[in-house]
Each structure stands twice: as C-alpha cells, then as structure tokens.
T-cell receptor, first 112, second 112 residues
Framework: NAGVTQTPKFQVLKTGQSMTLQCAQDMNHNSMYWYRQDPGMGLRLIYYSVSEGTTDKGEVPNGYNVSRLNKREFSLRLESAAPSQTSVYFC???????????FGPGTRLLVL | DQQVKQNSPSLSVQEGRISILNCDYTNSMFDYFLWYKKYPAEGPTFLISISSIKDKNEDGRFTVFLNKSAKHLSLHIVPSQPGDSAVYFCAARGAGSYQLTFGKGTKLSVIP
C-alpha cells in the first residue's frame, strides 16, 4: 500500500515548455487534489476532483489544466511553463465527505 | 485576504517542555480544523483534527484546543521531543466544502 505517489520528484523546465505531473493513489479514494507550496506560504489549492469525471478550480487555477484519468490517477498539466510556476506541487486524496486529506511526497519544479 | 493565519513563522522550545502553536481564522463558516506536520522534502502528514462542535481533542502528546468565539485554535505538544521539529500547518474546511484552506505554517525547533 503505497498511499499517494507522485512523479517526477524533481523537474527543470525552460519557460514555454510543457509538462504533466502525475499522481496516483491506491487507497480507493474518491476525491483528489493538487496544491502548490511556495516559500513562506501555505499550501494553495490549484484544482480538485471529487469523483471520476469531475474537476473543479481551486484558489490558483490559472496556467494549469487537470485530467482525472480514472479513480486512481489525477494529472496536472502546465501547457506553457512560466517562472512564476516554480514551486513544490503536492497531490492529495481522501474518501468522499472525509475531512482529512492524505498527501504525496511532492514534485519540485523549477522553471528557468 | 488570508482566512487562516499562523502569525508565528518560527518557535524554539527546549526538549521536554510544552510547545504551543497558534492559529487564527476569520471565516465563521469553517466547521472542521486540522493540523498537519511537514518534514523537509516530504509531503504533509495529518496530525490531529477537531470539529467545531468540540473545544478539545487529545491524541497522545498532542492536544488541539478550539475557541470559536475568538476564532482561535492552538496545538499543544507535551512533552516536546527533537523528532517534533518540523513545519506545522493549520488548515480549515468550510461546511459542505471539499476544500482545505491552509495557514502559512510555523517552523518548530525542539532543542535537545
């Protein structure tokens, strides 16, 4: 039981490049979330998916797209990376109506 | 407009003493509060939570207190141990919402 896994662990991009961050959970959770954490800041919600087939915007969705591929997987895509998207990205999941969210280890992204 | 505030960026405590981490919120619609612990290069891990219908919740060395009239909660760690050194995030959830709103975190250092 790996919990929430994220790939890659670390990535360097040039401005304008695109990439997809992958997240998978093996806890049979319905809901999945993408956050970013910047220095001196708390975690801010980018997008979330309460069930397969649905996605919703969070606090900071601009510049990102998401896909809920199936119940296990939720990906985050940067179509044209910008230096302002340099951050650590965390994926999380939980059961429907459960307050506690369980986090993955994070992806550190550097955009030059 | 920060709805969840952790006004102390850092806190140092001697091993064996009590650590008190504070959190204030402004949104009266929040009905559930959580504390997460985060070590460097890892994802946040759930520590303890409290519903707005309670004023105290205890789990081993960790106790969370909620003062709804003051919109204030605190996390007490007794006794503090060096392994407790980490960043602690306060988070809140609005009634009927899937989203968590995080504070900026407090870095706790427990000195042996």
């Amino acid at each position: 039981n790996a919990g929430v896994t994220q790939t890659p662990k670390f990535q360097v991009l040039k401005t304008g490049q695109s990439m997809t961050l992958q997240c998978a959970q093996d806890m049979n959770h319905n809901s999945m979330y993408w956050y970013r954490q910047d220095p001196g800041m708390g975690l801010r919600l980018i997008y979330y998916s309460v069930s397969e087939g649905t996605t919703d915007k969070g606090e900071v969705p601009n510049g990102y797209n998401v896909s809920r591929l199936n119940k296990r997987e939720f990906s985050l895509r940067l179509e044209s990376a910008a230096p302002s998207q340099t951050s650590v990205y965390f994926c999380a999941s939980n059961r429907a109506y459960q307050e506690t969210q369980y986090f993955g280890p994070g992806t550190r992204l550097l955009v030059l | 407009d920060q709805q969840v505030k952790q006004n102390s960026p850092s806190l140092s405590v001697q091993e064996g003493r009590i650590s008190i981490l504070n959190c204030d919120y402004t949104n009266s619609m929040f009905d559930y509060f959580l504390w997460y612990k985060k070590y460097p290069a890892e994802g946040p891990t759930f520590l303890i939570s409290i519903s707005s219908i309670k004023d105290k919740n205890e789990d081993g060395r960790f106790t969370v207190f909620l003062n709804k009239s003051a919109k204030h909660l605190s996390l007490h760690i007794v006794p503090s141990q060096p392994g407790d050194s980490a960043v602690y995030f306060c988070a809140a959830r609005g009634a009927g919402s899937y989203q968590l709103t995080f504070g900026k975190g407090t870095k706790l250092s427990v000195i042996p």
